[in-house]
């Protein structure tokens, strides 16, 4: 199957050329040909199937006929999040480059004013978030009447996030006759309920079961203990030891818990940005074009944050916090392994987490196994082992033989390690595989970008700063809890 036999137009082809795609994905070859005959498309795919041109392009080709009229969008296309719907405007600049289209961005955290002069002189493609959306139609400056095909992206995601009632307004602003694709990635009672109301006579398209996995990516746990500062050292530990490590999204829970990690990674000399609800518009976007780019090669992240973000070859998935929600953990792992590529997923789970990780193993089909190496937590470990490395090694200096054999015996082989060997030596045998089963452990260089080196840092220190934290109670030692 070749894109040419989908009935899209040729400048619609052409622009598909221009990137290099010869065949589409089964979400595309399914989905096109019936977006283009007006029907109605319940889509079942996850992010990284291409579900994104699979409406993207019939709607190029569609909105070639006809005239954009003021404050009245022909098409309006619904995202949970602003990256995604920021994305979705790429996708539009990309295949549309050879049209004149007006495409505009409604979302948060932009000029009310800029995107109100843009409405004004008429929208073919409307992309946005449901809240900003009925800002604008709550102030006059919108009409949703106009529409004629309505795309509803990430449904789930959108009911996680509380958005469906907001949908279910914006429904009712838009014509009864219009044209519908919904898309989700799993498919809970509720969303059935609402895609029963929101489609008629829809074309049902699953390309993939709601709930697998890729099989590109190794899953992996590792028992992480029970205090936040264990889950820390335990996850610089996995960041230096990971195998083939490009780049990683370090996934938390919460938004909070997001902002400790990154300060946290930050102080350790690891290159990080961060990514969740409460930073500002301005400062999402740089630290994902950031991150993009490969200046920063890990980003931590929250769900909502990250939910279908297309940041292709993402070499390591981490889940800092293990996910409350079984279907959150296909989609995170889904961030790496994409188009073909191998990928690494491993989770840190403490004990409270049994119930969860239990749930995600009987969605995926499978025991995910732990990862090969010692990361054994002891979890009698004070927080000082939060502290950069070079500050424990020169305590150790100071204190008695009593003290340094008591640290001996709580700290843990690795910890111990690395205070001997600055610069990180692989500490596994060579030549093994961490996916590889019954092998040995693997090499595991430790990855320059990634952080930076240390053995300059302690150097710096020594120079340029006494850092002599030793009279200063532990307390003030430990990691600051910065808002991001
Ligand atoms: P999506 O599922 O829309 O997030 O797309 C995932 C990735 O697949 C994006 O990087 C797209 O650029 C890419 N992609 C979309 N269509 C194709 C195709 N036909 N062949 C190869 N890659 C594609």
């Known amino acids: 199957m070749s894109f040419s036999n989908l009935g899209l137009s040729d400048k619609v082809l052409a622009a598909v050329a221009a990137t290099g795609y010869t065949t589409p994905t089964p979400i595309q070859e399914q989905a096109i040909p019936h977006v283009l005959a007006r029907r109605d498309v319940l889509g079942i795919a996850q992010t990284g199937t291409g579900k994104t041109a699979a409406f993207v392009l019939p709607m190029l080709t569609l909105l070639e006929k006809g005239r954009a009229r003021a404050r009245m969008p022909r098409t309006l296309i619904l995202e949970p999040t602003r990256e995604l719907a920021a994305q979705v405007k790429e996708n539009f600049d990309k295949y549309g480059a050879g049209q004149k289209l007006n495409v505009a961005l409604l979302i948060g955290g932009v000029s009310f004013g800029d995107q109100d002069s843009k409405l004004t002189r008429g929208v073919d ?93 190794s899953q992996f746990k590792v028992n992480g203990g029970r205090e936040p500062h264990e889950k820390r050292e335990l996850l610089r530990r996995l960041l230096r030891d990971a195998k083939d490590l490009n780049n990683a999204i370090i996934f938390c829970n919460r938004k909070r818990e997001v902002a400790i990690v990154h300060k946290s990674l930050q102080k350790h000399g690891f290159s990080v940005g961060a990514l969740h609800g409460d930073m500002d518009q301005s400062a999402r976007t740089a630290a994902l074009d950031q991150f993009r780019k490969g200046e920063i090669p890990l980003l931590v992240a929250s769900d909502v944050a990250a939910r279908g973000l297309d940041i292709p070859a993402v070499s390591h998935v981490f889940n800092f916090d293990v996910p409350h929600h079984a279907d959150d953990y296909v989609h995170r792992i889904g961030r790496t392994g994409r188009a073909g590529r191998n990928g690494t997923a491993i989770s840190i789970v403490t004990p409270l987490d049994s119930k969860s990780i239990a749930a995600i193993e009987r969605l995926i089909g499978k025991t995910i196994p732990p990862a090969e190496g010692d990361y054994t937590v002891h979890s009698e470990q004070s927080e000082e082992s939060e502290q950069p490395r070079e500050h424990r090694a020169r305590e150790g200096s100071r204190e008695g033989s009593r003290g340094r054999r008591k640290r001996r015996e709580r700290e843990p082989r690795h910890a111990k390690e690395h205070a001997r060997s600055p610069d990180h030596e692989p500490r596994h045998a060579k030549g093994g595989s961490r996916n590889g089963g019954s092998q040995a452990p693997a090499a595991t260089a430790r990855v320059p970008s990634i952080g930076r080196p240390e053995p300059r840092r302690a150097q710096r220190e020594t120079e340029s700063e006494p850092a002599d934290h030793s009279h200063l109670p532990a307390f003030l030692l430990r990691p600051v809890r910065a808002r991001v």
């Open 125 to 217: 493609v409307l992309i946005a978030t449901p809240g900003r959306l009925l800002d604008h139609t709550e102030r006059g400056g919108l009409l949703l009447t106009g529409v004629e095909l309505l795309v509803i992206d990430e449904a789930d995601r959108m009911l996680d996030m509380g958005f469906i009632p907001d949908i279910e307004r914006i429904c009712k602003l838009v014509p009864f006759t219009r044209q519908t694709l919904f898309f989700t990635a799993t498919m809970p009672p509720e969303i059935s309920r609402i895609s029963e109301t929101f489609l008629h006579n829809p074309e049902r398209i699953e390309v993939s079961k709601p709930a697998t996995t890729a099989t590109g990516v």
